[in-house]
């Protein structure tokens, strides 16, 4: 099985950018702990992280087995079994990645680091979530983990 784990925009900066919101783990520290999680389970992982939203919707059409994806990593140009989605702050505004999910089926979980619905008013809406198997936020870079594991189950058990 195969999962990919996309982030948006900023979040190469975690560990240092805001950390009283999204704690101090840097974006290669969850993904080193989402490998151990990922050897555990015997599934394979490929991460990405993007700050150009047209890049990430080339790599949603890719992973979902409907376009080639010229100008991002050669690991995210292979059709993927599923996702794990932190857009960011895409999340509360891009129809265009909601709308990639959707023409491609590729099953995906989003993840948040922060409670988006505990926070400002315009990120207590996210316009992923009605496509996505699940929502995790809240747990710090714990809910890579808990999302990914999730995510694991609903694919083999075919349980959303």
């Known amino acids: ?28 520290e969850i993904e080193g702990r989402a490998r151990e999680v990922a050897d555990e389970l015997g599934v ?6 993007f700050n150009h939203e047209g890049d990430l919707i080339d790599a949603i059409h890719a992973l979902g087995g409907r376009g080639t994806a ?11 079994d599923g996702a794990l989605v932190n857009a960011g702050a895409w999340t509360h505004t891009s129809l265009a990645l ?9 099953p995906f979980v989003e993840v948040h680091l922060s409670n988006i619905f505990a926070r400002e008013p315009e990120r207590r809406h996210s ?27 609903s694919l083999r058990t075919g349980k959303r």
């Open 1 to 28: 099985m195969r999962i990919a784990v996309l982030n948006g925009p900023n979040l190469n900066l975690l560990g240092t950018r805001e950390p009283e919101i999204y704690g101090s783990t840097t974006l290669s």
């Open 44 to 49: 394979q992982l490929a991460f990405a992280q």
């Open 70 to 80: 010229p100008g991002v990593a050669p690991e995210l140009r292979e059709k993927a």
């Open 98 to 106: 909601a709308d990639a999910f959707s023409s491609v089926k590729l």
């Open 127 to 153: 316009v992923l979530a009605s496509g996505a198997r699940g929502l995790l936020c809240g747990f710090g870079a714990y809910g890579y983990e808990m999302a990914l594991r999730g995510l694991v189950h």
